[in-house]
């Protein structure tokens, strides 16, 4: 009986040499799967937990037992024309939530990292990492800031990932914020466009909209689509938004009607394509020291990867494939040991109704100029198959740029410990995050996973 067999193997797993147990591990999973006939779909089989899989991941970064747990999160709501705001006020609120109930206290924390765009341009001020921990209360720590531009909230995760890694450090408190709503909206345009190319884009008048704009006539000219049959993407997030407590568009469902007749932004994007300017901050708590975790059944984060692009858009052979998206995405499932089949929800990077698009696509789990059809039919709803947007995503949600990628670890924390409220997709156990920095040139993946 293979069922038997494996149990055995499993019972003597700790007196198998370190050497060769990464690849014990792998060949057990495997095991299971051909003896019970499931070679791909959901993987269900009772015996091989979301844990062993765990730790079989773990050992794919690490020779060590090594793994990072998410001992804590929060966040602030995501608000707009809140001039009152600073800072070091709403980093040290998300901080704050993240300890309120865990076994945590600001004197566990051994370094702080933080993620931001543009506070240098918009606020005159740099130097975050000081700033953020001395609100914070923390102290004799690492603490620096990490720039990705749209992307700062996945880097500043990603190195908190490696610096736990690596074993300098034991708990890294993650925070990304960013405060845009206080400048007018040019000089807001100008900052978020030095995210391209100066020299060849921003310099040149191009913006992010524009950029993206380019990105969505491309697409229609591609597959031969219409405006109006982006409709379903604007559509989740807004829904989903509308029952999220944190979100900027709460209770804001958008109508078809109002989703058509939208101002003209650049041709052809329209308002409701776009992310809103927003302010916020969001942290999570990452430690190797599972003591330090109060969650009856721990969340991990199994795996952190980042990929580039060229960044000049129109410098790319084919601007519709966004090789940083692809590669991201596949490494950090790689590393896992999680086939896309086994992710439960995709917290992806909908900055415009395009970008969606093109990350279900160059994230593998749908066909090219396929992902219009797969959301009219229902796959990205909460109870679809591969839920997105849980909580509005960057499109109702917000997007306080260099906070978002963070907003997406918190909310997968909550998704994963069943603590989504009405947002909660059923049964969820392993997710995936990606964080996109400019028009997909800087892309960073992170897979979650419950015990």
């Not at 959901?42 to 991941?57: D, N």
């Not at 923390?138 to 995760?157: H, M, P, Q, Y």
């Not at 975790?293 to 692009?309: E, K, M």
């Not at 990628?405 to 995936?432: C, F, P, S, W």
Request: with cysteine; charged share 15%.
């Amino acid at each position: 009986d293979p069922h038997l067999v494996c149990s055995v193997l499993v019972v003597l797993l700790p007196i198998i040499p370190l050497l060769v147990r990464p690849i014990f591990l792998k060949l057990v999973v495997m095991f299971f799967s051909v003896g019970c006939g499931r070679v791909c779909g959901r993987f269900t089989i009772s015996g091989v937990s979301p844990q062993l899989r765990a730790l079989s991941s773990a050992q794919t970064l690490s020779s060590s037992d090594k793994r990072v747990f998410v001992g804590g999160s929060g966040l602030t709501s995501v608000t707009r024309s809140n001039e009152a705001t600073t800072i070091e006020s709403m980093a040290k609120e998300a901080v704050d939530d993240a300890l309120k109930g865990s076994f945590l206290s600001a004197n566990d924390i051994d370094a702080v990292y933080v993620g931001n765009m543009m506070s240098g341009i918009l606020s005159h001020q740099q130097h975050l990492g000081p700033l953020v921990a001395n609100a914070c209360g923390i102290s004799n720590v690492d603490a620096f800031t990490t720039e990705a531009c749209c992307g700062s909230g996945g880097a500043a995760l990603r190195l908190g990932f490696l610096a736990l890694m690596s074993g300098d450090v034991d708990t890294v408190a993650v925070v990304g914020v960013e405060h845009m709503t206080h400048a007018d909206g040019p000089t807001v345009t100008k900052a978020l466009a030095t995210a391209s190319h100066w020299e060849t884009e921003g310099g040149k008048g191009e913006t992010f909209v524009s950029l993206n704009a380019s990105l969505m006539d491309a697409y229609m000219k591609k597959y031969g689509y219409t405006h109006d049959m982006f409709f379903p993407m604007a559509d989740i997030a807004h829904r989903n938004a509308s029952t999220s407590q944190h979100a900027v568009f709460k209770n804001k469902p958008l109508t078809v009607e109002q989703y058509d007749n939208a101002k003209m932004l650049t041709h052809p994007v329209q308002l409701f394509d776009a992310s809103p300017t927003c302010d916020g901050a969001a942290c999570v708590i990452l430690t190797t020291n599972k003591s330090l975790v109060a969650d009856q059944s721990p969340t991990y984060l199994l795996s952190s990867a980042s990929c580039i692009d060229i960044l000049p858009v129109h410098a790319r052979s084919d601007p519709l494939h966004l090789h940083a998206v692809e590669r991201s995405a596949s490494e950090a499932l790689r590393k896992a040991n999680v086939s896309r089949s086994l992710v439960d929800v995709f917290e992806l990077h909908d900055a415009y109704s395009i970008m969606a698009c093109l990350s279900l696509e160059n994230a593998g789990f749908v066909d090219p100029g396929e992902s219009l059809f797969a959301a009219k039919e229902g796959a990205f709803e909460l109870d679809g198959e591969l839920p997105i947007a849980t909580f509005g995503g960057l499109k109702a949600r917000g997007h306080p740029v260099g906070a978002t990628g963070v907003y997406q670890a918190v909310e997968m924390h909550r998704q994963l410990q069943g603590n989504a409220g009405k947002n909660q997709v059923n049964n969820a156990k392993i997710g995936l995050t990606q964080n996109i920095g400019g028009a997909g040139a800087s892309v960073f993946a992170h897979v979650f996973a419950n015990e």
